[in-house]
């Protein structure tokens, strides 16, 4: 197969390749925008991983492939992790989502709610939905919530030091502040980004050491699992 199907054809000549170096290259070409296409990358990726490309490239596994491309390119990681995710949901639906045509411009990022969505609705629905909802309606679609048009929620993307929605920039966090700075707040805005995109709250705790920290981890662990306990129990 040599493109998506859709109205606007996606070419996959690097998917298509038994070189991981040109999979590789095809994948950082398109992060540096030679190739406008989360999908396509996310197809990259789940080669990468599931045919265990990245010992060919040097790296003892997927995260350590990820982190050296993250580096290089100056890419978020959560941002390529999640692209992984898109390409391994379309790869094990491929044939579901060829028959809707599913494509680029119908919201990739809605595939990685794609197993949930699944788990509490009907296939024929969730397919049919899946290309025609908003990733908001799509979310409360998946918990079985109403859709809501008027308060969808924006598509974020951080490249960088930089977080776009809905394609503008939004937040630029100097790197003149220093890396250990600048690394601190961007963890910050991935969180917040990650919570405004599922839908969730964000609780800021104020800890002031890392032994501190390290304790709430664990205690933190213990209350949640109670709290989602009770949630599933009503």
């Known amino acids: 197969m040599s493109n998506l199907t859709g109205e606007n054809t996606i070419f996959l000549d690097y998917i298509k390749s038994d070189d991981p170096v040109e999979i590789d290259q095809g994948i950082r070409d398109t992060i540096m925008g030679i190739r ?14 599931s ?16 982190n050296r491309l993250s580096e290089e390119t100056e890419m978020d990681h959560s941002s390529i992790y999640n692209w992984l995710s898109i390409g391994e949901a379309y790869i094990k639906y491929r044939d579901e989502l060829e028959q809707i045509g599913f494509s680029d411009k119908d919201g ?4 990685t709610l794609l197993e949930r969505a699944l788990a509490v609705r009907e296939k024929e629905e969730v397919f049919a939905n899946l290309k025609n909802m908003s990733h908001r309606e799509f979310v409360d679609f998946t918990k079985g919530g109403s859709t809501v048009e008027a308060d969808d929620i924006p598509f974020i993307e951080i490249k960088g030091s930089v977080v776009y929605i809905e394609g503008k920039r939004a937040i630029i966090v100097s790197k003149k502040l220093g890396r250990k700075t600048n690394k601190y707040f961007m963890k910050v805005l991935q969180v917040a980004c990650s919570a405004l995109d599922k839908g969730g709250r964000i609780a800021p705790v104020y800890l002031r050491n890392k032994r501190e920290s390290e304790r ?8 949640m ?3 989602r306990r009770e949630e599933r129990g009503r």
């Not at 989360?38 to 080669?47: D, E, N």
């Not at 490239?57 to 350590?64: A, D, E, F, K, V």
């Not at 990739?108 to 595939?111: E, G, W, Y």
């Open 225 to 227: 699992a109670e709290v």
């Open 51 to 66: 045919e265990r490309l990245f010992m060919k490239l040097n790296c003892r596994n997927i995260t350590t492939y990820i």
């Open 216 to 223: 709430f981890k664990r205690a933190y662990g213990r209350i």
């Open 108 to 111: 990739p990022t809605k595939l």
């Open 36 to 49: 406008l296409s989360i999908l396509t990358m996310g197809l990259g990726l789940a080669r990468i991983k």
